[in-house]
Structures are given as structure tokens and as C-alpha cells.
């Protein structure tokens, strides 16, 4: 590891003086979403020029590969990496998945350029170059950002044009055609994303970094006010969008959900009229919902993630749905379930009606489902009192 770390660092250096008569030409590199999940936001990297060296850097570097990766990534533990390499093998990833790039040139001056060089090369060491990455706070955007802004001595932003966009919204209009990862983010993240951003949160998005840094400015040494970007440059003209098509309305969270809903009260009203419970659909509904309530308190309780805490849904989604799963076909534990389903009705129907209120967007598929906890509880409570009048 030392030799390998004397080694970068001598290379550094006759990088840096075979190559001191040229100027730096630094750019800002932006890619436009792919069809893959992890490529809905686009890509953000920066390009240095320097004499023959024209290098990216790329804050993105991640591997599916590494112990436990999954895990790490839903608690919050995921460490992505700064890697440098030759741009030429930057670009074809993307003109292979048929997505724009675009290269903004900035306006620094050769001493900010080589400040950011020199931090950067020092950066993509092996022992520097991993961070503990964050979905919305600290990712492949929001890290150039910082680091131009340290060279720049800070930047004077535009006013965003749209001031009420929130971390969810702004997800929301990349992952139109994906209802269901869009489902899964809502059921994992919590309030934490439902606040108005300012400029720079708007940033962890690569599209609305590009954005602004087209409008910035930042005070050079001489106090004069320097407009960030110099030139902007269409390296690829590819989609701006290439996206998977729409998913059919009929596969969409929204429809499966009513689905689920409307056979969950035509099963209801079945039980009324012959005054008996569908034990196996409650196995089956609350086990799911149980399930699903792991998840969410694992990520609002364990997950060192900010954004999934606090989960009004957790009010719904429960471990303690396990019960019904449970206890269902034991028919000497009718009096603890008949406690569980009238606790539940209570809960559920409480946080229906003051969602409105609380300072947390749902996805419109978790309303009828949450109605099926709901008619489902009143369900067992009325017929188990059926049941005691009749004994």
C-alpha cells in the first residue's frame, strides 16, 4: 500500500512539471438519466485538461460486488469512491446507452485549476478515495460542487426556478415511468425529503447542477465578479430522456392497490353476511403488511439514513401486523387478536384522517391499502362481537 501510494504521488509530480508550460482547462461534465435505476438522476464528473493529460474524475465509482452491499446500502453504509482515468474511456459508456452529454468549461483561473488537481489527485489516493456516500446530501454532484466552490473561494447561485420543489418532487419528475421504484422510495423515506430546497440542495441532481452553474458567478482575486461558466459544449447529442416507456396503467401502484382494495371489501362483505373471518386473506394481507413494517422501522430506528426518519407510515406499517399472521387460526387467542384489530382500526383510521396535516407526502397508492387495514380490523372486531352475543 505505501509503495503503491509513493508511486501515485511521484507520478503526480512529473505530471504536474512535464507538463507546467500548459494551461488547465477545467469543465464540469454532465450526463443526462439512463434506463437503469441508479442512472435516473444522470452523472456528474470533472474533466481536467493539462497538456497531453485529459483526465475525469469520477465520484460515482461503486461495486454490487463488495461484502454485504445491500445491507450496507439500506442502513445507510454505503461508501462510494473517487476514481481518475483517461476521459476517452469516460464517454463511451454513454453514447452507448444513447444519453446527452454536456461539458461546461469554467473560468478559473491556473492556480484554482491546479488547487483543484492537486486536491483531487490527492483525493483518488487509495486510502482517500472512498466517502460514505448519501443519497440527497453527498453524492457524485454535490462533491465536484464542494470542491469547486472551496477553489473559487464560494459561488453566487441563481435563484432556482422553481422555489418549492422538494428532494421527493424532484424524484418524482425523473421516475415518472417508474411508478414502483418511485412506490419503494416513498415507503422508505420519510419526512426528511418533503421540505422546500434551497439552490444548492437543488444540486444533488446533476441536470439542475448544470443549471445553476450556468448562472454562477464567484469574486476572483481582484474583486471583480467572474461568471463560473466560460463555454458550454454538447459532447454527445443523445436523448435527454431515455427512459423505459410508461408503465401500463392497469400494472401501476395506484391501480394494484384498488385492486387489492375492492377485493378486500367484497371479501368484507362476504364475512358480514355469513358472520365468519377469511382467516387466509388477514394471514396473508397483515404478513405482507408486517413484513413491510420490518423494513420501515429498520430503516427509522437502525438506518443511519436522515431522510427515512421520522416515517408516519410506520404508524401503519408495523412489525406488530406479525401478530395477525400469528394468531389467526388459534382460536384460544381470539381475545389478544380482537385487542390487535381494535387498536389497529383505531390507528390506522386516525392517521388516514390527519394526513393532510402531517408534514409527509405519500404516494396515493398507500391510501386505499391503508383502508384495507382498516376495513379488515372493523371486520374482525364487529364479527368477534357478533360471535360473544351469540355465546
Known amino acids: 500500500m505505501v509503495r503503491k501510494t509513493i508511486l501515485t504521488l511521484l507520478v503526480t509530480v512529473i505530471a504536474i512539471f512535464s507538463a507546467k508550460a500548459a494551461d488547465y482547462r477545467v469543465s464540469l461534465v454532465t450526463c443526462y438519466p439512463g434506463q437503469i435505476v441508479y442512472e435516473l438522476y444522470g452523472h456528474t464528473a470533472i474533466r481536467i485538461k493539462h497538456g497531453d493529460m485529459d483526465r475525469v474524475y469520477n465520484f460515482g465509482m461503486f461495486s454490487f460486488s463488495k461484502p454485504n452491499f445491500v445491507y450496507r446500502f439500506v442502513k445507510g453504509e454505503t461508501d462510494y469512491a473517487l476514481a481518475g482515468y483517461p476521459f476517452e474511456y469516460f464517454i463511451p459508456e454513454y453514447v452507448e446507452r444513447n444519453s446527452k452529454v454536456v461539458e461546461q468549461v469554467l473560468n478559473l483561473s491556473q492556480r484554482q485549476a491546479e488547487s483543484l488537481y492537486l486536491q483531487l489527485e490527492w483525493l483518488r489516493l487509495p486510502q482517500n478515495r472512498e466517502y460514505r456516500y448519501n443519497y440527497v446530501l453527498d453524492n457524485c454532484a454535490t462533491r465536484p460542487r464542494d470542491m469547486i466552490e472551496k477553489v473559487t473561494g464560494g459561488l453566487n447561485y441563481p435563484q432556482p426556478a422553481d422555489t418549492t420543489l422538494t428532494f421527493r418532487d424532484m424524484m418524482r419528475s425523473y421516475s415518472g415511468n417508474y411508478p414502483w421504484y418511485q412506490f419503494g422510495i416513498d415507503l422508505a423515506l420519510g419526512s426528511g425529503i ?198
Open 194 to 391: 418533503d421540505y422546500r430546497l434551497d439552490a444548492r440542495e437543488q444540486m444533488f441532481a446533476p441536470i439542475f447542477l448544470m443549471n445553476a452553474f450556468q448562472g454562477s458567478a464567484f469574486i476572483d482575486e481582484s474583486g471583480h465578479r467572474v461568471p463560473l461558466v466560460k463555454e458550454k459544449i454538447v459532447l454527445f447529442d443523445g436523448s435527454e430522456s431515455p427512459v423505459l416507456p410508461p408503465t401500463p396503467w392497469y400494472l401501476s401502484p395506484l391501480f394494484v392497490a384498488f385492486a387489492v382494495f375492492a377485493a378486500a371489501v367484497a371479501l368484507t362483505v362476504k364475512d358480514v353476511v355469513r358472520k365468519k373471518v377469511s382467516r387466509w386473506f388477514d394471514f396473508i394481507w397483515f404478513l405482507i403488511a408486517g413484513l413491510a413494517g420490518c423494513l420501515v422501522f429498520f430503516l427509522v430506528f437502525v438506518s443511519e439514513h436522515e431522510a427515512t426518519s421520522p416515517n408516519y407510515l410506520a404508524f401503519w406499517l408495523n412489525p406488530f401486523c406479525l401478530v395477525v399472521p400469528s394468531l389467526v387460526f388459534i382460536k384460544t387467542l381470539r381475545k389478544w387478536l380482537y385487542f390487535y384489530h381494535f387498536i389497529n382500526f383505531a390507528l390506522v383510521l386516525i392517521l388516514l384522517a390527519v394526513w393532510g396535516a402531517l408534514p409527509q407526502c405519500a404516494n396515493a397508492a398507500f391510501f386505499p391499502l391503508m383502508a384495507c387495514s382498516i376495513i379488515r380490523s372493523a371486520n374482525y372486531v364487529y364479527i368477534e362481537k357478533c360471535a360473544r352475543k351469540s355465546r
